[in-house]
């Protein structure tokens, strides 16, 4: 296939092969480590009995290609789990069970996936108006006072944490002028306003920081693109500057902006565990650092999955929309 139909095809094919190396990695990482992986998985207090038991469901004494065919079979069709008296059946994609809560890890990620996604997508639209906007507004205003000014806020939000501006908001905003409650999630479903007005700090702390990076960038771009000869034959044409800046210069100069939105939206998914700490969001990053820290290694391989698995289809969507920004990449 050629054209947009060919590009899509190949793209897909290459989000499932890279999908397929981040299962193997993780179940390498995971699985095949030195130590007793059973003992590990099942945690310091069990006893020899369920250590056995374990193991028999990780295939442990089976060859290494055979465990990880058993490991992405679960993936793929589903597992059968024996719980002492019963078997429980864990439905495609299974993820494992829980050795601290025997519940279903995908069950587990499945209610802590709609606030991350909440805390990021919120997050995402203010980073890239706040980003975008400084940025092009400073390259658009090179060499005066207004760019020095942006440059500085925007070095500022660069280098200070994310704890820090979201310490400050609570205080200033939530406690002495009491303009919004101190945050408390509450579903989209059952109250769309008070959701949105819990996540307004949380969405503000995490965009502040992300939005410097996208402020640095799209800059250099927009001086980058504005320097080419394209546009001095606008100018030369008469076009007027606030035509070239939002109807030329821009377009030519979203396509890094789009790469680096991709990576940001795709590691904010669970990376975001400072924000939701700090607001007690239950999220994929406050269930992963609490796995980690119980050693609950099918909750951390389950949620390293579903954590790579937005990383990759982040730069996939990315891709496409890099191709319909520019149509050449087709080609390529």
């Not at 059952?190 to 959701?195: F, H, L, M, T």
């Not at 795709?266 to 700090?278: K, N």
Request: charged share 10%; with cysteine.
């Amino acid at each position: 296939m050629t054209g947009f139909g060919g590009f899509l095809l190949r793209r897909t094919i290459g989000t499932l092969a890279t999908l397929l190396a981040i299962s193997v990695i993780v179940y390498v990482v995971f699985y095949v480590t030195p130590g007793n992986v059973a003992q590990i998985t099942c945690g310091p207090r069990c006893s020899p009995e369920q250590v056995h038991q374990v193991a028999l469901q990780l295939h442990l004494d089976d060859p290494l290609y055979m465990r990880y065919w058993h490991f992405l079979q679960g993936l793929v069709v589903g597992q059968d789990y024996s719980t002492g008296t019963s078997v429980e059946h864990c439905s495609a994609p299974c993820l494992g069970l829980s050795y601290q809560t025997d519940q279903q890890v995908l069950g587990i990620i499945l209610t802590r996936l709609p606030v991350s996604l909440s805390l990021v997508f919120g997050a995402m639209v203010l980073w890239l108006v706040l980003g975008v906007g400084t940025g092009v507004l400073s390259a658009w205003r090179r060499g005066r006072l207004t760019e020095r000014v942006l440059t500085a806020l925007t070095l500022a939000g660069w280098a200070t944490p994310v704890f820090v501006i979201g310490l400050v908001l609570m205080i200033v905003v939530c406690g002495e002028l009491q303009l919004l409650p101190f945050p408390q999630y509450v579903k989209l479903t059952d109250d769309p306003e008070q959701w949105a007005w819990n996540l307004l700090l949380p969405w503000l702390s995490l965009a502040l920081i992300e939005a410097a990076s996208f402020a640095r960038l799209t800059r250099a771009s927009m001086l980058e693109t504005l320097a080419e000869d394209h546009i001095r034959t606008f100018r030369a044409y008469g076009v007027g500057e606030g035509a070239i800046v939002g109807r030329h210069a821009l377009r030519g100069a979203l396509a890094p902006v789009i790469a680096l939105n991709a990576n940001n939206f795709g590691s904010a998914v669970g990376g975001a565990v400072l924000t939701e700490t700090l607001f007690g969001l239950p999220g994929l990053g406050q269930e992963l650092v609490h796995a980690v820290s119980v050693v609950d290694l099918p909750v951390v391989v389950g949620m390293v999955l579903v954590i790579g698995f937005f990383v990759v289809l982040a730069n996939a969507v990315a891709d496409v929309l890099y191709a319909v920004a520019d149509r050449r990449v087709v080609l390529t």
